[in-house]
């Protein structure tokens, strides 16, 4: 099983954290896991990879240059500024993982909580991708600003089962790539807009408990035809997905399962760790700084022992 993961120097915590949890709950799977980063500093790769090893799993460490994402909007004042240009990495996981012709994407804001098998064995040969509705899928203006029929829906990007060999033959990493170019001003939610956009007609909705969003424990009424399977999804999720910016690691969170994230933290070297104020006072930013120098010093220490 393959499995990619996106991140930067700013979200390794959470990245560690998910891959603990999958590790935790699928300690008889053979994983292979892919970090898709820019400029990963090799004191954080360290700790990702101590992670995985410590469960007998294989991790790979892809670097991406920031120059291909240059006419990509992520950093313009939208309504999600906290979305970064890693969420883009994963537009080309097709030409990264060139000898993979089927990876299951996660963002780091997940956390896993049951073994992945099942859903890796959903079959998607004739699809780009298998997908959960996003919790907004409802909102006539998501389709009204990207221009197209709401019978397609509108998924989540944060768990995506995805067909590389089908992006290969269709050319569509381009075809993202040309949408985001030519249509910025629609892009609210960034990349996830853009692959709904150019996926509408071709990915294959898998169950809600694959990807349990913020919004499911908020509204359970209207939004899914099948509201039963939502409450069950939320009662035992497979995938958490803690989306919106209100992370487990604010004090602000009130997510009914936040405690998870502090679960498998534990397990983890960060778990000292304590949840902070997303404005932080001044003991979490000194702490936030000594977090910040201890990577740093990590950095040119392994430079020097590298010499």
């Not at 099983?1 to 930067?8: E, Q, R």
């Not at 309504?79 to 299951?104: E, G, M, W």
Request: aromatic fraction near 14%.
């Amino acid at each position: 099983m393959d499995i990619a993961l996106c991140t930067d120097n700013h979200y390794v915590i959470p990245c560690g954290v998910l891959l603990c949890s999958i590790c935790e709950n699928n300690k008889n799977n053979d994983l292979q896991f892919h970090i898709i980063s820019a400029d990963l500093l090799h004191a954080n790769q360290e700790s990702l990879k101590n992670i995985v090893t410590q469960y007998r799993k294989k991790i790979f460490f892809h670097t991406i240059k920031d120059s291909k994402l240059e006419k990509c909007p992520a950093g313009q004042k939208t309504q999600n500024t906290y979305i970064k240009l890693a969420t883009y990495y994963r537009l080309f996981l097709s030409d990264i993982l060139q000898n993979i012709d089927k990876v299951l994407y996660l963002d780091c804001d997940l956390l896993v909580k049951h073994s992945l098998i099942d859903l890796w064995d959903y079959d998607i040969n004739n699809y780009a991708i298998g997908a959960i509705p996003d919790d907004d899928t409802d909102d006539p203006q998501m389709y009204n600003r990207l221009q197209y029929d709401s019978k397609y829906g509108y998924f989540n990007s944060g768990v995506l089962l995805i067909n590389l060999k089908y992006w290969r033959k269709n050319s569509l990493k381009d075809e993202l790539l040309n949408y985001i170019t030519q249509y910025p001003e629609r892009l609210t939610y960034h990349d996830q807009d853009a692959l709904n956009f150019v996926m509408k007609n071709k990915k294959k909705q898998l169950p809600l408990r694959y990807n349990v969003q913020n919004g499911f424990y908020q509204k359970m009424t209207s939004i899914f035809k099948n509201n039963e399977e939502i409450k069950l999804a939320c009662k035992d999720p497979y995938i958490l997905h803690f989306s919106g910016s209100v992370k487990p690691w604010f004090k602000e969170c009130e997510h009914p399962l936040r405690n998870e994230f502090f679960k498998y933290l534990s397990l983890t070297e960060w778990k000292d760790m304590q949840p902070y104020h997303m404005k932080m006072n001044l003991k979490e930013r000194i702490w936030y700084l000594q977090h910040k120098i201890s990577i740093w010093r990590s950095y040119f220490n392994s430079k020097i022992i590298s010499k």
